[in-house]
Every structure is written in structure tokens, then in C-alpha cells.
């Protein structure tokens, strides 16, 4: 089974729109959450750390549900500029690694 | 305010050739990594070192070999090109896991 699972999508959403994504982990001894956003041909860029209680950055929101080991992301009225692709990642408890999802495409429709 | 700095940008290797792709970070990062992107397979993890003299393998490591001789650097060398290694590389760092990863803006590397 892969260390972290994300549905690839694509998402087409109107402007507006509000969108969720999940993404589940297989270890539970993963430590630490990351939502990374990637444009196309470009680096991935740290988009929010994911914490316990939740978080929240302007438009975003990050929830981590540790008894179903998920992680999601809401964007909240959506903007072109939010097509990308969002990646998910992990860190296990005692490992050095960080595991990327594949990512999932988001297209934000004028 | 460089980051992480990858160079070069593009390559393009014949068959056989070995080449280095380089990384340098200024912002006294332990963790650095390098992963390769392919469509549909994300990213994957090459090489990795939580700091200077310490380097492990990751989930695709042959073929390629790391040296973490200073605290700045990590350089990837390709031993004998071949065209399966087409691919985008990133270098990425972080101080530690518990903090994102930077990344660098990659090197596209083509292999004929």
C-alpha cells in the first residue's frame, strides 16, 4: 500500500466555489502534515503545514483526522489563480523521509 | 535571499554519459533530498542526508550517487546516463522534518 493516497482528479470547479480534497496516509506513525501547491513545470511550494487542531490561512483550511488517517484541504471561494496541482505529504514518527502524494489537479473555471 | 539553487536548468545527455547535477542552499538547512518527478509517478525519492557527511538511500536510488561534503551542498551525479532516467529533478531542504521542504526550480534533464 502507498504511504499516502490523494485522489488525482482533475478537479473543475466555477470560480466562487468552495473544494475539498483528501488525502490519506497507511502509517500511523506519521508525524507531520503538508499541503504543497505545484504549478505546471514549476517547483512544488509549501502551501500550509497541517496540525492537530486545524488550521486555517485566509482561504484555506487544513484538517487532520488522525483515527481515519486523513488530511484534507478547503478552499473557500475559489480564484483562477488557485489552478494547480495540490500534493499532500507525510512524515513518519523515528524516519527522516517525506512522502509525497501524487497530487491532485485543480482547475478553477472563469 | 537565494533558497535552494539548482543548476543547470535543462540538460540534454547522450547514452552512457555521466554527469552532476548541483544544489546549494544558504539558509543552513540539515535535510536535504532529491527526488525526480515523472507524469503520473509524483515525486520520488533519490537520495537523501539529515546533514554533512550523511547521506541514505531513497526509493529509486540506482544509478545515481550523493556526497554531502558541506553543509550547503549536495551535489547528484549521474554514473552512466540512460534514457529511463529522463526525468525533472528537484533538490529540496529543510532544517527539519517537522518544517516544509524548499524546493529548488528543478532540472529538466533529457537523456537520447
Known amino acids: 500500500r502507498k504511504e499516502v493516497e490523494q485522489d488525482p482528479g482533475p478537479f473543475n470547479v466555477p470560480e466562487g466555489a468552495t473544494v475539498a480534497f483528501n488525502c490519506t496516509y497507511s502509517n500511523s506513525a506519521s508525524q507531520s502534515f503538508f499541503w504543497y501547491r505545484q504549478d505546471c513545470r514549476k517547483e512544488p511550494k509549501l502551501l500550509m503545514s497541517?496540525?492537530?487542531s486545524g488550521n486555517e490561512d485566509g482561504r484555506f483550511t487544513a484538517q487532520l483526522n488522525r483515527a481515519s488517517q486523513y488530511i484534507s484541504l478547503l478552499i473557500r471561494d475559489s480564484k483562477l489563480s488557485d489552478s494547480a496541482t495540490y500534493l499532500c505529504?507525510?512524515?513518519?514518527?523515528?524516519?527522516?523521509?517525506?512522502?509525497f502524494g501524487t497530487g491532485t489537479s485543480l482547475t478553477v473555471i472563469p | 535571499n537565494a533558497g535552494v539553487t539548482q543548476t543547470p536548468k535543462f540538460q540534454v545527455l547522450k547514452t552512457g554519459q555521466s554527469m552532476t547535477l548541483q544544489c546549494a542552499q544558504d539558509m543552513n538547512h540539515e535535510y536535504m533530498s532529491w527526488y525526480r518527478q515523472d507524469p503520473g509517478m509524483g515525486l520520488r525519492l533519490i537520495h537523501y542526508?539529515?546533514?554533512?557527511?550523511?547521506?541514505d538511500q531513497g526509493e529509486v536510488p540506482n544509478g545515481y550517487n550523493v556526497s554531502r561534503s558541506t553543509t550547503e551542498d549536495f551535489p547528484l551525479r549521474l554514473l552512466s546516463a540512460a534514457p529511463s532516467q529522463t526525468s525533472v529533478y528537484f533538490c529540496?531542504?529543510?532544517?527539519?522534518?517537522?518544517?516544509?521542504?524548499?524546493f529548488g526550480s528543478g532540472t529538466r534533464l533529457t537523456v537520447v
Open positions: 542526508s539529515v546533514g554533512a557527511g550523511i547521506t
Open positions: 529540496a531542504s529543510t532544517q527539519t522534518k517537522n518544517y516544509g521542504y524548499t
Open positions: 505529504v507525510v512524515t513518519r514518527r523515528g524516519g527522516n523521509q517525506f512522502y
Open positions: 497541517v496540525y492537530s
